[in-house]
């Protein structure tokens, strides 16, 4: 495999001895023909912004760029720039606070170049206090066509931006990241699904993902915001869906909302919609309470 491999690496406001755990993870890859593009997204206001710029500039590595945005632009349009700047012929992401498995680019270009494919992802290890508590999968995905992989998508998201690798031409034909609130990398496999994009799916837990102290979403009112965008959209996708897909994402919506709002100390229209999500689908309540506690258990026990 000759094949270039653009790796990009968003970051805002992280420390370097946080951000070097990422950028080394994507150096020390088994798989060396790499592009390393780096960019900062912290605001000129943010006092470790320079150590980031000079940690970045001391890297030794000959296809390494670094990019310094002017103004805070958020986490897709500073993907984007990453993808504007990539000489690769692949593209995969790495956020600042994930790291990869040594051999994850090698066997991902690997697994795409054997089945010709456009995309894949994989699955991602959510670890807390450096110890792994819970892996998404998608093992029960049901079939690779696209319109299995859309319903499937619309109902549980085919996310985790660090586990996507892109063929970079059928990335740019699909346009990049939408500049959207929150979900910006469900909008993303969306498009690449519609896009009618060859889509591949690794059981493989190659990329470690850590929570922080204060939980890994953004819970503000730009995400409450964000959800109800997102909802509308999915809302478009009715028509295709039965009446049991449909009250699942409804349920889930409303679950989501309920948790945003008390976030935000919104403990009135919490209510409202904590109600609102038992009462769409009582089935699914219970079917998730029930994964939650299970999985809680399953953590405490370990």
């Known amino acids: 495999m000759d094949k270039l491999v653009s790796v990009v690496i968003p970051t805002h406001k992280r420390e370097v001895s946080c951000l070097s755990t990422a950028v080394n993870s994507a150096l020390n890859q088994t798989y060396k023909n790499l592009e390393i593009i780096i960019v900062d997204d912290s605001?000129?206001?943010?006092?470790?912004r320079d150590e980031v710029k000079a940690y970045a500039e001391s890297i030794d590595h000959k296809n390494l760029i670094y990019i310094q945005n002017e103004k805070n632009l958020g986490g897709s349009l500073t993907r984007?720039?990453?993808i504007e700047a990539a000489h690769g012929d692949y593209i995969t992401f790495l956020d600042d606070d994930d790291e990869y498995v040594l051999d994850k680019i090698e066997k991902q270009l690997s697994y795409m170049l054997k089945n010709e494919l456009d995309m894949t992802f994989s699955n991602t290890v959510m670890c807390k206090n450096g110890q792994p508590i819970e892996v998404r999968d998608f093992k029960?995905?049901?079939?690779?066509d696209n319109e299995s992989l859309l319903r499937y998508h619309l109902l549980y998201h085919l996310t985790g931006t660090s586990t996507y690798m892109f063929k970079a031409e059928k990335l740019?034909?699909?346009?990049?990241?939408?500049n959207a609130l929150c979900?910006?990398?469900?909008i993303l496999m969306l498009k690449a699904i519609e896009g009618g994009l060859k889509i591949g799916y690794m059981d493989v837990n190659d990329v470690l993902h850590t929570i922080s102290s204060e939980g890994s979403i953004s819970f503000s009112k730009n995400k409450i915001q964000g959800e109800k965008n997102l909802y509308q959209r999915k809302m478009q996708y009715f028509p295709k869906l039965s009446k049991k897909e449909i009250r699942?994402?409804?349920?889930?919506?409303?679950?989501?909302?309920?948790?945003?709002?008390k976030r935000n100390s919104m403990y009135g229209?919490?209510?409202?919609e904590g109600i609102t999500s038992v009462v769409t689908s009582p089935l699914d309540f219970v079917s998730e309470c029930a994964a939650l506690l299970k999985?809680?258990?399953?953590q405490r026990t370990k």
């Open 269 to 272: 229209k919490m209510v409202g």
């Open 80 to 82: 984007n720039r990453g």
């Open 172 to 178: 740019r034909e699909i346009g990049g990241f939408d």
């Open 295 to 298: 999985n809680t258990v399953e």
């Open 183 to 186: 979900g910006q990398e469900f």
């Open 140 to 144: 029960d995905i049901p079939a690779f």
């Open 248 to 261: 699942y994402i409804k349920f889930r919506y409303h679950a989501i909302m309920a948790i945003a709002y």
């Open 43 to 48: 605001p000129s206001t943010y006092e470790k």
